[in-house]
């Protein structure tokens, strides 16, 4: 087992574990935090494969900015653990295992095969690949379509958000 | 393949050994510097306020860190009863954690054998990203405290951190696109050449051009922000808050969210420098054309002094002696400026701050694109526009409206007034 | 620091009429900063300037040849530039009485205008591209605009809880479809449909077909979401309910048409495929349509039945649509001639009968109830009429556009073998007739009680809306043969290069 295996098996482990603790802890706090560490692991993947700016925009967008709204959300409201959450009903808990089961299968059957033959089927993405140029050329060349849609998509919730903060008086 | 261990090798085509004493020099500094920093600020804040400040412990007091590290060291730790027991002890390291970290990819030096740890290809977002880490510890500390001053504490620091944070990346926005790199050695780098490229003797220091200066005040002020310090340090207001987030916290776990303010807010300092104040070289004249002026001038002990002046070896000493400055700056403010109230805050952040910044990136990116004379034009008519549009609003609105007070959490009687005088 | 960045080639004519909707609402944003605080006229006039001048420029430019343009992300061919026009049309309609419907509600919000223009812009978005993410975030684009005008009434709480639930449940889409496209993306490392489909064409031998599947049914979940097919439709109803009634209209309208515009150019991508998808979207096409005619039968609200009449006719496209995928798959269809007919059909229904049902609003309140419409043909005999029109086109009643339209689905539907959808479809329609007598007896027959507030006058702009609705609910009858053959025209598609 060569350090970047090993290094991936950790990051894997404790990231699969902290996306199970984002669904099973009872604080939201500790759920959210369980995201905080999820999304900052991911970032390492990333960093992993020399994707530079994808793992620094992760950390920077996502752990340092999304995730604090988040928090700051839930201290806001002051959220205590929700016992309607809790789904009683015996049949709608298996069925939930029973179609989470199956997407977990579906997917892990397709994942699990080419990772067996990983050393002869690397996948290999083009050089510079999520490097802070190829990022850049790509956005402001082949994509600019979707990033202008992007940024009409932001102008619309900055007009949403303040129409429905403005509507209080 | 993990790109920040071959970041670490590559820059110094060296190994390991190398890299481990880069990491060695930076904590060894920053360890012991941050004690006397702490007395650095006693003896500064006391001599602002006309007093005397530390002066018992060893000569000039310098010792008196040492003591207050080993009276921390043998306090009591109180765990209080009803805190959330992990996080409560993780929430010390967390803090301490950005405060080391974002040293990773500050240059201290032109050697790169030995400056920064690890010169990534996107430092100047790296460090945002780390910054923008440092609130999680204060947070957390706030929350697990399960006290209500510590909880508003860590409300407090969540909403500056996010506010300032979008300033800060957009006035870095403008260094990176006038540089056109996001590596920190390059923004150095860069810094050395001629003045607005005309003036051959001096470095074009980027608080020295007009962009760079509006772009530095604006990162200097987000910078004091996002280390919560006075004027901005509302999550530890120790009148309304009683200290905010660290309330509870005792003995080393206070110590260590003590040492992580000191180590982050040295580390802007030096980030500050980095960016628009030339970094590791001590004014902003361009050494090398001295020296050679003065060859010329058959000056050969001036030569040699400005060399080594401008040179490698003197390099770090400027670079600690700006980040001291900065450090001088931070107490300065906290001497002369009362604590901001909340909405001051967000009003200077978003209302300010970011349209400012926003405003100076824009102007960045036509002198780039234009040069000057389109950027003045651009912004002529853009003030035209804008006095046009101030005029035609302002006439517009009523002269009788007061703009109503409102508080985001009004007091129960004054909803009780109301309701009287209504009914 | 002048890095060479060619960006892709654009042909701006064929993006004109998008940027000139999307530049409509930043003008009607810049007036509503400025505009006197009286009125929103300034802004309809505007919106209603630039709509008309998107629809002529889309129009001058007929002819112009179709190409794959703007990194081959922006596609408008003959069925995009119809579902353009149609779209444009949906905003125009709805943006003409929405003025009255909001002073009757009190709801001045000058913003309004702008973000419906820009929810518009996502489902043209939608409607022209053949790239998954592109579509996605028309999508959103659209969505995000929708869940605010849906929310648009702070003093009722039924609004803010239709908003609420329409957010939460849109967001729940996204995820699916993002998720659907996340897949695909992983097993094929390309988001352009018509990459995906070079792939479903090759042999399906390797280790990543499941994902293809997978990715495939999330998709479609997410779209079945977003159109509102039993059994994702649960938010329908309430949504539309809580909505102030002119949002609601053009949601019915617009957003289906976009999302449904998505589908079947992504299904038409997807033919190789079909194996997998007809028998689900059949069945769910069935059930989409039985259950929403059927629980509409029991509904007391106006806004409630024709939700699930929504619902129901949700299910008509998607017979047309699995229709549509049998014939291409076969060979004999080139265009989802019945598709687009059937939803330029719909959309002028819906909003003419959302717009009249905006009529029973008054006093501040939304009045939905079907005896608050009572005694609508004294007061307001023209709306009332078209009223009748409209319902006998949604209930299929020959003269109409939704009787042919109808037809065109069943046509196609035995043609391509699908016996047991065309039966479905023919017997869901006898049965919605019921539901849609009731709505005509409530506003032209029955008296309204003692008491009951009266209607205020019905505006110009709400009459200019039913009789363009209810004149083309007949044109489309009368004159469906150069539709039609506009329809079915074939054309070639170039690709646009970079020099």
């Known amino acids: 087992m060569t350090l970047t295996t090993f290094a991936f098996l950790v990051m894997a482990v404790v990231l699969v574990l902290s996306a199970w603790g984002v669904v099973v802890a009872k604080s939201p706090v500790r759920s959210a935090l369980s995201l905080v560490v999820n999304f900052f692991v991911l970032a390492f993947l990333y960093f992993g494969m020399n994707y530079d700016l994808l793992g620094i925009s992760q950390i920077l967008v996502y752990t340092g900015l999304i995730m604090m709204l988040f928090l700051f959300c839930i201290l806001l409201l002051n959220l205590g653990a929700p016992d309607t959450l809790f789904e009683p009903s015996l049949i709608k808990r298996s069925l939930a295992w029973f179609v989470g089961g199956v997407l977990v299968l579906a997917v892990s059957s397709q994942v699990i095969g080419p990772m067996a033959t990983w050393s002869t089927s690397t996948p290999t993405a083009p050089e510079g690949f999520g490097q802070a140029a190829s990022v850049g050329q790509s956005l402001f060349t082949g994509w600019v379509y979707g990033f202008e849609i992007a940024s009409v998509l932001l102008l619309v919730g900055i007009v949403g958000s303040i129409l429905v903060a403005k509507r209080r008086d | 393949m993990l790109s920040f261990l071959s970041a670490v090798e590559a820059n110094s085509g060296d190994t390991i050994g190398w890299a481990l004493l880069r990491i060695g020099i930076v904590l060894g500094v920053v360890l012991g510097i941050v004690p006397g920093l702490i007395w650095w600020e006693r003896r500064l804040l006391s001599w602002f306020q006309d007093r005397i400040g530390p002066n018992r412990v060893g000569p000039f007091g310098l010792l008196q860190p040492i003591a207050d590290g080993v009276k921390l060291f043998f306090k009591e730790d109180i765990t209080p009863a009803t805190v959330d027991r992990l996080l409560y002890f993780l929430a010390p390291a967390i803090a301490l954690f950005p405060a080391f970290t974002i040293w990773a990819v500050l240059p201290w030096g032109p050697d790169r054998r030995l400056t920064p740890i690890a010169d990534v290809d996107v430092g100047v977002l790296y460090i945002l990203a780390i910054s923008s880490l440092g609130v999680y510890g204060l947070f957390l500390g706030g929350w697990a405290s399960n006290n209500k001053y510590s909880l508003l504490g860590g409300l407090r620091s969540a909403a500056q951190m996010v506010s300032y944070e979008l300033a800060m990346g957009v006035a870095l926005g403008c260094v990176i696109l006038a540089t056109g790199s996001l590596r920190l050695t390059e923004v150095v780098q860069q810094q050395f050449e001629p003045l607005w490229g005309t003036v051959p003797w001096m470095q074009n220091w980027f608080i020295l051009t007009p962009w760079g200066f509006v772009a530095g005040v604006i990162f200097l002020i987000t910078m004091v922000a996002e280390t919560n310090r006075a004027p901005f340090d509302l999550p530890e207001a120790e009148s309304e808050l009683i200290s905010g987030f660290h309330t509870e916290y005792s003995s080393m776990k206070f110590a260590v969210f003590f040492m992580g303010e000191y180590a982050t807010m040295f580390a802007f300092s030096g980030i500050f420098a980095a960016l628009f104040l030339g970094g590791w070289s001590p004014l902003p004249f361009n050494w090398e054309f001295l020296a050679q002026r003065a060859t010329d001038a058959n000056l050969p002990w001036l030569a040699s002094a400005l060399s080594f002046v401008g040179g490698p070896i003197a390099a770090p000493l400027w670079m600690l002696g700006k980040m001291f400055g900065g450090i001088t700056f931070y107490i300065w403010l906290r001497a002369t400026l009362p604590r901001l109230r909340y909405d001051q805050l967000m009003t200077l952040g978003w209302k300010y701050l970011l349209p400012i910044a926003a405003l100076n990136f824009v102007v960045v990116a036509i002198w780039m694109q234009f040069g000057w004379a389109a950027l003045f034009g651009a912004l002529a008519v853009l003030f035209l526009l804008y006095i046009n549009v101030v005029l035609y609003v302002s006439r517009r609105r009523p002269k009788d409206t007061v703009p109503k007070v409102q508080f985001a959490n009004p007091p129960a009687s004054t909803e009780a007034t109301i309701e009287v005088t209504r009914s | 620091m002048q890095t060479g960045l060619t960006p892709a080639p654009i042909d701006w004519v ?74 444009i049309a949906i905003t125009f309609t709805t943006v003409l009485y929405s003025e009255g419907y909001l002073r009757e509600r009190r709801l001045p919000f000058g913003e309004y205008y702008p973000l419906l223009v820009w929810s518009a812009t996502g489902a043209m978005i939608m409607a022209t591209s053949t790239n998954l993410l592109i579509v996605f975030l028309g999508l959103e684009v659209l969505s995000i605009s929708l869940y605010i005008l849906a ?349």
């Open chain 3, 14 to 87: 064929l993006l004109m009429p998008l940027l000139i909707v999307f530049g409509t609402g930043v003008v009607g944003m810049c007036i509503e900063m400025l505009r006197p605080r009286s009125n929103n006229n300034a802004i309809v006039a505007t919106t209603l300037l630039g709509l008309a001048a998107a629809a002529a420029y889309l129009i001058g430019t007929w002819e112009y040849p179709t190409i794959h343009t703007f990194g081959e992300l922006f596609l408008s061919d003959r069925v995009a530039k119809i579902l353009q026009l149609l779209i």
């Open chain 3, 151 to 499: 929310g648009l009434s702070n003093r009722e709480q039924q609004s803010q809880e239709a908003a609420l639930k329409y957010f939460l449940l849109g967001a729940f889409a996204s995820a699916f479809l993002l998720y659907g496209i996340s897949l695909l993306y992983g097993a094929t490392g390309t988001t352009q449909m018509e990459d995906l489909r070079a792939i479903w064409n090759t042999p399906l031998d390797k280790p990543t077909v499941g994902l293809l599947y997978a990715g495939l049914t999330l998709i479609l979940v997410g779209f079945a979401f977003k159109v509102a097919l039993v059994p994702f439709h649960m938010w329908t109803p309430d949504v539309y309910q809580g909505a102030p009634t002119s949002v609601t209209g053009f949601m019915a309208a617009a957003a289906k048409v976009g999302a449904f515009a998505a589908l079947v150019r992504f299904l038409d991508y997807a033919t190789p495929m079909s194996d997998a998808w007809v028998p689900m979207l059949s069945a769910l096409a069935i059930l989409t349509m039985t259950v929403g005619n059927l629980v509409a039968l029991v509904q007391k609200d106006v806004k409630r039945i024709l939700a699930y009449s929504s619902i129901a006719h949700a299910g008509y496209v998607l017979v047309a649509v699995v229709a549509y995928g049998v014939l291409s798959r076969e060979g004999s269809a080139a265009q989802p001639v019945s598709v687009v007919y059937y939803l330029i059909a719909y959309s002028f229904m819906t909003v003419g009968a959302f717009a009249v049902v905006s009529l029973a609003t008054r006093g501040g309140r939304e009045r939905t109830e079907l005896n608050d419409l009572n005694g609508l043909w004294e007061r307001a005999p023209l709306p009332a009429a078209m009223m009748i029109v409209f319902m006998a086109s949604l209930a299929g009643i020959p003269l109409t556009a939704g009787f042919l339209g109808k037809l065109l689905i069943f046509r196609d539907a035995l043609d391509a073998g699908l016996v047991v959808l065309a039966i479905a479809l023919a017997v869901n329609s006898v049965i919605s007739a019921y539901y849609y007598l009731r709505i005509v007896l409530a506003t032209v027959v029955q008296k309204p009680a003692l008491h009951a507030p009266r209607f205020a006058n019905p505006n110009a702009g709400l009459v200019a809306t039913c009789l363009v609705c209810g004149l083309a609910i007949f044109a489309l009858f009368f004159a469906a043969q150069p539709v039609l053959r506009e329809l079915e025209a074939p054309q070639e598609v170039f690709v646009h290069r970079g020099p």
